[in-house]
């Protein structure tokens, strides 16, 4: 069996039993097995695929299981790094591309050589941090953690990228650590966060894909601001003056956000994606 024809029938097969992003998984799912690049992949069509097992495999876990492919091949890319991912850690998304290029624009327009201050909240596989730290030399960085195994994965991709001797990780909970913990260390020129956000009368609601991963990293309370919420009640005390928030959440929570920051003065803007949904939330203080 040729490459295509072995990408041609995991296309049939996920299709079969109602996996909407069935294009997508094969494509990433045969180009890891094949060592290639998913965009490479066109280019080994002719090749004989050598692993009809492994294949196999996958059709039971994508279609009986609804792992995510993700957690399938155990790695994913964001702002093309890959990234190791440990089963059940919230994996990257668009969306969370779009947060660490908003965010890297403002470092670079806002700080210049200096030493800088960062601190992620909730880091998960640790692709946020790193891509910072790797952007910027003279970064260090602080995370919040409070899932063990998230922890061991964010430790274990900045030892991938040689950047674990700037980012120092707590593990715990933000809502006792700040302000009171992390005022030992200096304050923040930035924060940096893809909280949880999904509304917690929604939860039932998720595709079973999503439901696979930590609800840790998901569950954001009533209607899903928790997180912001406190963030802009409780962490301007641990920025500095010229701080500011780049914060990750769902489109429909945009007015409520802003009512919230707003009436809690800061300067907020939003950052749209691809298809025009708010999706980013910057928020500095006044």
């Known amino acids: 069996m040729k490459v295509k024809t072995a990408l041609e029938l995991c296309k049939e097969r996920l299709k079969g039993c109602k996996i909407e992003t069935y294009e997508r998984d094969c494509i990433f799912f045969i180009a890891h097995l094949m060592g290639v690049h998913p965009s490479l992949l066109p280019l080994e069509e002719k090749r004989e695929f050598e692993y009809p097992r492994e294949l196999e495999e996958f059709f039971k876990k994508r279609c009986e299981e ?67 730290l790797c952007q910027f030399p003279n970064l260090r960085m602080v995370g919040v953690e409070i899932d063990p195994i998230a ?48 509304a917690e009368e929604d939860l039932d609601k998720l595709p079973p894909e999503v439901k696979y991963e930590n609800t840790l990293a998901l ?26 928030m780049v914060l990750e959440f769902e489109p429909f929570q945009r007015e409520e956000l802003e009512i919230f920051f707003t009436a809690k003065g800061w300067q907020i803007v939003f950052v749209e994606d691809f298809a025009g949904n708010p999706r980013i939330l910057i928020a500095k203080k006044c």
């Open 66 to 132: 609804r792992i995510p492919v993700q957690h399938i091949i155990g790695e994913w890319d964001c702002l093309e790094r890959t990234f190791k991912v440990f089963p059940k850690v919230l994996s990257p998304r668009g969306a969370t591309e779009l947060l660490v290029e908003t965010a890297i624009g403002l470092i670079e327009k806002s700080f210049g050589k200096n030493p800088i201050w960062g601190l992620e909240v909730g880091t998960g596989t640790g692709c946020i941090s790193v891509n910072l």
């Open 151 to 198: 922890v061991k994965n964010t430790i274990h991709n900045a030892k991938l990228y040689g950047v674990e001797d700037r980012l120092t990780l707590l593990e715990g909970d933000i809502f006792k650590l700040c302000p009171k913990e992390l005022k030992k260390f200096e304050k923040f020129h930035f924060l940096v966060s893809n909280p949880p956000y999904i």
């Open 219 to 244: 569950n954001g309370g009533k209607g899903g601001t928790k997180f912001h919420k406190f963030f802009a009640s409780h962490c301007d005390r641990i920025l500095k003056e010229d701080g500011f």
